[in-house]
């Protein structure tokens, strides 16, 4: 395979994994940072730019995958999908974590009180 390939499988895991807060958020009702939000990707975007910020996403990272092709690609094509996967995902994690920490001690504060 030619290096442009693992750049797309790599490019691949990254939309793919984008996909998901984006579209559970999205289908669940509930604003979510979007790169659409004031400010940009720290702000809450509505429920349907959401979904349709994960459609997008899907539709990219499909073409990616095909275009790097992942699955004829082998093990090394595999490990750097994965590897786009595994670091989008952490970044958002940090990301994320730093943007909403109100909502999880008002999330844990709710679930609390139903113990009470």
């Known amino acids: 395979m030619s290096w442009y390939n693992y750049f ?30 004031h400010p940009p990707g720290k702000g809450l975007s509505s429920p349907t730019t959401n979904v349709v910020w994960a459609l997008v996403n899907l539709i990219v990272g499909y073409v990616f995958f095909r275009v790097g092709k992942i699955s004829s690609g082998g093990n090394l094509a595999l490990a750097v999908f994965f590897a ?19 909502n999880r001690s008002r999330k844990t504060t709710h679930a609390n009180s139903f113990l009470v």
């Open 8 to 37: 797309f499988c790599f490019f691949a895991g990254m939309f793919l994994a984008n996909v998901v807060p984006h579209f559970v958020h999205g289908i669940s009702g509930d604003p979510f940072p979007t790169p659409f939000a």
């Open 84 to 102: 786009g996967i595994a670091a989008l995902s952490t970044w958002l994690s940090v990301l994320f974590a730093k943007i909403k920490p109100a």
